[in-house]
């Protein structure tokens, strides 16, 4: 996978739904702790992400990048008030979601046009976290270094997205979970992993 350097070329990535199914990252839920509350799961979540920080980043295999975790995107990802009980403790899987999700779209900073983010990557990945199946979307943003070829490559965000009802429970609130809910087993495919995700414009993934 390589970043295209022409943003015409921004979008779903061709080839998405050939790619080969994504393994299912399966979590107990009691990584961090037995009935913790969100507010220490958020803090459990915070200190695992500053222990990442420090270390030498996330190996991303599908881009061949290594993802660093800046403070801003462990605000994002950690002790954050918005948060669910779910979100943080998909945290404890974060490597192993890095190391399976696939990009699926590539496009340019629309959000905040910030003239350093060249482009903006959105990855899935399959998290069953306490026996339930979640997708999780990942925002990469890779930055130039001005002055310097070279690129830097951070994982801005880690995100519980409602997914398709017979794949993927769907949900408003950590109390509108439902636990009884069917899994494919320990991978995905990728069109299922992707069915009702929708691309920056709004529209659903095609293929």
């Not at 943003?7 to 998405?16: C, E, N, T």
């Not at 050939?18 to 979540?45: D, H, I, T, Y």
Request: some cysteine; charged content about 20%; glycine content about 8%.
């Amino acid at each position: 996978m390589h970043l295209p350097q022409n943003p015409d070329h921004f979008g779903q990535r061709p080839g998405l739904f050939a790619l080969k199914p994504v393994p299912v990252v399966v979590l107990s839920g009691e990584e961090f702790g037995v009935c913790l509350p969100r507010k220490a799961l958020a803090m459990a979540a915070d200190a695992a992400l500053r222990a990442l920080q420090q270390g030498p980043g996330l190996f991303h295999p599908d881009t061949g990048w290594t993802l660093s975790i800046n403070k801003k995107s462990r605000r994002k990802m950690g002790d954050n008030a918005d948060l669910t009980t779910v979100d943080s403790q998909a945290i404890a899987g974060l490597e192993a979601l890095v190391c399976h999700a696939v990009v699926a779209e590539i496009h340019a900073d629309e959000a905040h046009r910030n003239p350093d983010v060249e482009a903006v990557l959105r990855l899935y990945a399959p998290v069953s976290v306490a026996g339930v199946l979640y997708r999780v979307k990942l925002t990469v943003k890779a930055y130039r270094v001005p002055g310097e070829p070279k690129r830097l490559h951070a994982l801005s965000s880690a995100e519980i997205e409602n997914a398709p009802l017979g794949i993927f429970p769907s949900y408003s609130s950590a109390e509108a979970l439902q636990t009884d809910q069917p899994t494919t087993g320990r991978t995905v495919s990728v069109r299922d992993l992707l069915r009702g995700a929708q691309r920056q414009d709004g529209t659903d993934f095609m293929g």
